[in-house]
C-alpha cells in the first residue's frame, strides 16, 4: 500500500500549498475522493472551503464546476434541460454544471428543498435523469457542499436524506495566528493557487480508488463499526441515529485512511479517528436533550469512550511478526 501512500502524500502536499495548517482536514478529503464519497464542509466565510475544493480539483487534473446555491436557483439550472434546436427541429440535452469531476456546491443550504433534491439522484447513484433519458456522472465524481453554520436567514437545512449521501463532514476552522502570518506572506503578490499544477492523473486516482477496496478489514473492526453504529441508535439523547450507509461509510474511510498511511489493514485507530466526521451528521438529536446542548458530535465521543473495541488479530499479528494480516490470511488458506 506505499503507492497509495506516495501519491496521497504528493497530492496532500501539493493541497497544503494553499491550504495551511489543515493536515488532517485535507487528509479526510483525500479519503473521501479514495472512497468515490461526497464531502460537506460546514464552517463560516473565509476559512478556505472553496480554494480546499479548486486545490483538489488543479492537483488532479479533472474538470472543476462550482454551483452557487440561492434560493431561486432551479434544478434544471444544476441538472441540465433539454432545448429544442429550431435547425434540426430536435430537442438537445445541455448539460448542468453537475456534469463535472469535482464540483462545489457553494452554500448548499440556501437553495429550496427542490433543487436540493436534485443532487439526490446524482450523488447516489452516480446518473441524472432529465425528460426520461439518463446521462451518467463523470469519472471520477466528487461533490464538495459548503455551507454556513451561524448565518440562517434565508437558509434551508438539508433533509436527513441529503444529509446521508455525504461520506464525511468536516470543519476548517480558524488558523493559528502563526498559521495566518504564513497566509499572508504566501498572499503577498498572488494567490498561491495559480501556480498550483496536476500531481496525480486522473487514471492514477482511479487505480487508487480500486487498491483501496483490497485493504484488508479484520471482522473484529467490522464488528467495531457496528457497534459504534448501534450504539447512535439506542443512545438516549438521540431521536434517529446513523443508517447502515453511515457503516458503509466509515468502513470505506477506514480503509482509505488505512492506505494514506502506508497500511494495507485497517486498525481501530482508523475508525475512532473517522467516526465523527463520518457519523455525526447523520445523527438527529431530540427535542428534550437539544435544549440542554447535547450535540451529536458530543454523542460520538461518548460512544467512542464506552463501545468495547475487542482484540484484532491483525494487531496482535503485526505486533509479533512481519508478515502482513493479508498475508497470513492467504497463507492459513493456501
Do not use: W
Amino acid at each position: 500500500m506505499t503507492g497509495i501512500q506516495q501519491v496521497g502524500d504528493r497530492v496532500l502536499a501539493n493541497v497544503e500549498r494553499v491550504i495551511v495548517g489543515k493536515h488532517n482536514e485535507v487528509r479526510f478529503a483525500l479519503v473521501a475522493l479514495l472512497c468515490k464519497g461526497h464531502l460537506l464542509i460546514e464552517d463560516v466565510p473565509g476559512t478556505g472551503k472553496t480554494v480546499l475544493a479548486k486545490a483538489i480539483a488543479r492537483s488532479l487534473g479533472s474538470s472543476f464546476r462550482r454551483i452557487q446555491f440561492t434560493p431561486d436557483l432551479l434544478p434544471s439550472d444544476v441538472t441540465g434541460l433539454s432545448i429544442y434546436n429550431q435547425k434540426t427541429q430536435e430537442f438537445e440535452f445541455r448539460p448542468g454544471p453537475i456534469m463535472a469531476q469535482v464540483v462545489l456546491a457553494d452554500e448548499i443550504n440556501r437553495a429550496t428543498p427542490k433543487t436540493q433534491s436534485a443532487l439526490l439522484e446524482c450523488m447516489e447513484e452516480r446518473q441524472a435523469t432529465i425528460d426520461g433519458t439518463t446521462y451518467p456522472m463523470p469519472d471520477p465524481f466528487l461533490v464538495i457542499a459548503t455551507q454556513n453554520p451561524i448565518e440562517y436567514e434565508g437558509t434551508f437545512a438539508l433533509p436527513e436524506a441529503q444529509l446521508d449521501r455525504f461520506m464525511l463532514r468536516i470543519r476548517l476552522g480558524y488558523p493559528q495566528p502563526v498559521e495566518e502570518v504564513v497566509i499572508l506572506d504566501e498572499q503577498k503578490r498572488q494567490h498561491p493557487i495559480d501556480d498550483l499544477e496536476e500531481v496525480c492523473p486522473v487514471e492514477e486516482l482511479q487505480d487508487m480508488q480500486r487498491a483501496v477496496r483490497e485493504i484488508y478489514v479484520d471482522p473484529t473492526v467490522a464488528e467495531y463499526i457496528v457497534r459504534l453504529v448501534n450504539g447512535t441508535r439506542d443512545h438516549g439523547d438521540i431521536y434517529l441515529g446513523a443508517s447502515p450507509r453511515g457503516s458503509i461509510a466509515l468502513y470505506r474511510a477506514g480503509q482509505a485512511l488505512a492506505g494514506l498511511l502506508g497500511r494495507d489493514y485497517v486498525i481501530p485507530d482508523d475508525v475512532k479517528a473517522l467516526a465523527e466526521a463520518a457519523l455525526a451528521h447523520r445523527l438527529i438529536i431530540k427535542t428534550s436533550s437539544s435544549i440542554h446542548d447535547v450535540q451529536p458530535a458530543q454523542v460520538i465521543r461518548e460512544l467512542l469512550e464506552t463501545t468495547p473495541v475487542g482484540t484484532t488479530r491483525e494487531t496482535v499479528i503485526s505486533a509479533v511478526s512481519p508478515v502482513t494480516p493479508v498475508g497470513r490470511a492467504r497463507s492459513r488458506s493456501s
